[in-house]
């Protein structure tokens, strides 16, 4: 061979290892931004579920309460989540009548006086977090002082639980977060139980 044959086939090795160097450089730089992408793409994931979980920690989730002690009968809307919320619409339902006090779907045999109940108006009502209002609540106590003996009071607190059956409430309720930012506007349905409170929310 030449040494101009030789000199070419140098220039051409010389040219071939540049090419590959630079495949390789460029097939790394594209696995180094796939890479980030992906890991920027997880990071931004990551701070989204982060941000919904810090938001849903900070809004309220209202439920229903009881009394465990004999001889009273106490039904109690709560919030047990960490935000106030505002309840805008409250109804308590049962064989189609529709009301604003839980009291009027009771009816008993006997002129019965209830230890507490509150009355919804349509305007909001503020409820913080880890606070209850009584929906209702007749005691024992309570019936003796109006002159009740304990046979009738036994009657009365049995007719309690007998009407509770099949009364259904149902709430709309906001959160405090400004309106457009993620704030919250559910309702709440459910059936009245002797037994235990379901509280089941959907979106409205």
Known sequence: ???????????????????????????????????????AERFR???????????????????LGSSGFI???????????????VVKKINFTKNEKSVLNLAELFEFKKKVVWDNFYVFTNSNYFLRAGES????????????RQGYNES?????LKEFDTQLK??????????LQPMGSDSINQWGQTRLNII?????????
């Open 45 to 63: 994931e990551q701070l989204a579920q982060s941000n919904e979980i810090a938001k849903a920690n900070i809004r309220p989730l209202l439920d």
């Open 152 to 156: 009738k009071i036994t009657q009365i």
């Open 1 to 39: 061979m030449s040494p101009q044959n030789r000199n070419h086939l140098v220039e051409w090795l010389q040219i071939g290892a540049n090419i590959g160097s630079l495949i390789v450089a460029v097939v790394a730089l594209t696995i180094t931004f796939n890479t980030e992408n992906r890991s």
């Open 133 to 144: 209002v009584p929906l209702l609540n007749l005691t024992a106590e309570g019936l003796r």
């Open 196 to 204: 235990f409170f379901a509280f089941n929310l959907k979106l409205a």
């Open 166 to 175: 099949g009364i259904e409430i149902q709430i709309k309720y906001d959160d």
């Open 71 to 85: 001889g009273v009968k106490l039904i109690s809307l709560q919030n047990d989540g960490l935000g106030t919320a």
